[in-house]
């Protein structure tokens, strides 16, 4: 703890009610800041889907080596996860951050140079599943942990529909320039938008309460700025240490296995080939968009409503549930999808909108239950078997539409997924057997 002095007395004077009544609390802006730099990081990940059939018609290559790249760049953002957290505790959000868009930023437009599908494995998969692994969900838990007390449920519902909205502003968009113009200048509009968010994402951060002098919202009134610990560990082993530690507790492996499904049951199967799947049942691609952005509409709704429940009800309650509602409805998939928008492929996207990644509130708050102060990165490595899950979800998918012609099989495995995840989910331990601590 860095305080005490002058500081502690500024303080004080900061924190006190009467104060604090008639200003508005840093954390929001921190927060809107947060939530700016996830929408324009999703920009991207939400652009391969909608990229991957003009690219093939253009260029003339197999849906397997775009679904390569395409999984690379969501193991990368898996993996990149932990580290980022370690990352951030050590150099702080902002550098992280900038780092990571403009990452993201020179991926997207040297993607639109892609000639052979090694290029497009550089930039879509190596560089921007490293910028947007920089700013992955354990970003949103980072600052729900740092600066709220209070509504950190909320918080971490509303910044991780956060993706969502970005899913929502940018699939349409890049999906018409994809038709209209070419996809090479959809590459180029997203590089440029992650541009325009950079320096305001920055300004609005900040690494903690106390670098203002404050206490993060809900603190008692008489409570005192405290900085984040900051390990002297180095980042990367500071990662692999707390993975260390969480492997000896069953219940980080029934998180792993559960969020893994999670994973494949979304990034890697639904926001990869929805708009393909579609397309081979004669949709257009731009309605297919169309479909996918507005399951970002309710995925909006879904994931804040699921951080308010997860204020209230058991979070292995809630995964359970959610995770038997999306098995339902990747179960009836391949009887909705045609050439046209039917009212029962509507209801599929509300339902699987609201349960997107309504999972990730719950999850989050297990791991600060079980796992402590080394809950975000514990979070990291979870988010990493996310990814995982959905890299190979991405493949096998391709692989299977490639050697049947359809993607019911995927469909059904992933359904019967779903149950597993749910029954997993369901009994995970109120206590860690041995808990984990720095």
Same mark, same amino acid.
């Given at each position: 703890?860095?305080?005490?002095?002058?500081?502690?007395?500024?303080?004080? %004077?900061?924190?006190?009610? &009467?104060?604090?009544?008639?200003?508005?609390?840093?954390?929001?802006?921190? *927060?809107?800041?947060?939530?700016?730099?996830?929408?324009?990081? *999703?920009?991207?990940?939400?652009?391969?889907?909608? $990229?991957?059939?003009?690219?093939?018609?253009?260029?003339? =290559?197999?849906?397997? /080596?775009?679904?390569?790249?395409?999984?690379?760049?969501?193991?990368?953002?898996?993996?990149?996860?932990?580290?980022?957290?370690?990352?951030? &505790?050590?150099?702080?959000?902002?550098?992280?951050?900038?780092?990571?868009?403009?990452?993201?930023?020179?991926?997207?437009?040297?993607?639109? @140079?892609?000639?052979?599908?090694?290029?497009?494995?550089?930039? =879509? !998969?190596?560089?921007?599943?490293?910028?947007?692994?920089?700013?992955?969900?354990?970003?949103?838990?980072?600052?729900?942990?740092?600066?709220?007390?209070?509504?950190?449920?909320?918080?971490?519902?509303?910044?991780?529909?956060?993706?969502?909205?970005?899913?929502?502003?940018?699939?349409?968009?890049?999906?018409?320039?994809?038709?209209?113009?070419? =996809?090479?200048?959809?590459?180029?509009?997203?590089?440029?938008? *992650?541009?325009?968010?950079?320096?305001?994402?920055?300004?609005? @951060?900040?690494?903690?309460?106390? &670098?203002?002098?404050?206490?993060?919202?809900?603190?008692?009134?008489?409570?005192?700025?405290?900085?984040?610990?900051?390990?002297?560990?180095?980042?990367?082993?500071?990662?692999?240490?707390?993975?260390?530690?969480?492997?000896?507790?069953?219940?980080?492996?029934?998180?792993?296995?559960?969020?893994?499904?999670?994973?494949?049951?979304?990034?890697?199967?639904?926001?990869?080939?929805?708009?393909?799947?579609?397309? /081979?049942?004669?949709?257009?691609?731009?309605?297919?968009?169309?479909?996918?952005?507005?399951?970002?509409?309710? /995925?909006?709704?879904?994931?804040?409503?699921?951080?308010?429940?997860? /204020?209230?009800?058991?979070?292995?309650?809630? %995964?359970?549930?959610?995770?038997?509602?999306?098995?339902?409805?990747?179960?009836? $998939?391949?009887?909705?999808?045609?050439?046209?928008?039917?009212?029962?492929?509507?209801?599929?996207?509300?339902?699987?909108?609201?349960?997107?990644?309504?999972?990730?509130?719950?999850?989050?708050?297990?791991?600060? &239950?079980?796992?402590?102060?080394?809950?975000?990165?514990?979070?990291?490595?979870?988010?990493?078997?996310?990814?995982?899950?959905?890299?190979?979800?991405?493949?096998?998918? !391709?692989?299977?539409?490639?050697?049947?012609?359809?993607?019911?099989?995927?469909?059904?495995?992933? *359904?019967?997924?779903?149950?597993?995840?749910?029954?997993?989910?369901?009994?995970?331990?109120?206590?860690?057997?041995?808990?984990?601590?720095?």
């Amino acid at each position: 703890m860095r305080c005490g002095g002058p500081r502690s007395r500024h303080t004080r %004077l900061v924190t006190s009610p &009467e104060r604090r009544a008639h200003r508005l609390h840093p954390a929001w802006i921190v *927060a809107g800041a947060g939530l700016l730099a996830l929408i324009g990081a *999703a920009g991207f990940r939400s652009a391969p889907s909608a $990229l991957m059939v003009p690219i093939e018609q253009d260029l003339g =290559w197999s849906r397997t /080596d775009i679904s390569v790249a395409v999984g690379i760049n969501i193991l990368l953002y898996g993996l990149t996860a932990p580290f980022a957290a370690a990352l951030m &505790e050590r150099f702080g959000l902002r550098r992280v951050v900038a780092v990571a868009l403009l990452l993201i930023a020179a991926g997207a437009a040297l993607s639109s @140079l892609s000639t052979a599908p090694w290029i497009l494995v550089a930039t =879509w !998969g190596v560089l921007i599943g490293l910028g947007t692994g920089s700013m992955a969900l354990v970003f949103a838990a980072l600052i729900a942990d740092r600066w709220f007390l209070r509504r950190r449920g909320l918080i971490t519902g509303v910044l991780t529909a956060g993706s969502a909205a970005g899913q929502l502003v940018f699939l349409p968009i890049v999906a018409r320039l994809a038709v209209d113009s070419d =996809w090479r200048i959809a590459s180029l509009v997203i590089a440029g938008i *992650a541009l325009v968010v950079l320096p305001f994402a920055v300004l609005g @951060l900040r690494n903690s309460p106390a &670098e203002l002098g404050m206490t993060p919202y809900g603190s008692p009134a008489d409570a005192l700025p405290a900085f984040p610990p900051r390990s002297a560990v180095p980042p990367a082993r500071r990662a692999v240490q707390v993975l260390a530690r969480a492997a000896r507790v069953r219940t980080f492996w029934a998180l792993v296995v559960g969020f893994a499904i999670c994973g494949a049951t979304t990034n890697g199967l639904i926001g990869t080939h929805f708009i393909p799947g579609a397309h /081979d049942a004669g949709m257009s691609e731009t309605t297919a968009a169309g479909l996918l952005a507005l399951v970002g509409v309710f /995925d909006v709704v879904g994931t804040i409503a699921s951080g308010w429940l997860t /204020d209230r009800i058991n979070p292995r309650i809630l %995964l359970a549930v959610y995770y038997a509602g999306r098995g339902v409805a990747l179960l009836l $998939l391949p009887y909705l999808l045609a050439s046209t928008v039917q009212p029962p492929v509507l209801l599929f996207v509300v339902v699987y909108g609201l349960d997107w990644v309504a999972t990730v509130p719950p999850t989050a708050a297990l791991c600060r &239950e079980l796992f402590g102060v080394d809950g975000p990165v514990v979070y990291g490595w979870v988010f990493a078997a996310h990814q995982i899950g959905a890299s190979i979800a991405a493949v096998v998918a !391709g692989v299977i539409r490639e050697s049947s012609g359809t993607y019911t099989t995927a469909w059904f495995g992933a *359904a019967g997924l779903c149950v597993v995840a749910a029954v997993i989910s369901a009994g995970i331990a109120r206590r860690s057997a041995a808990p984990v601590t720095s």
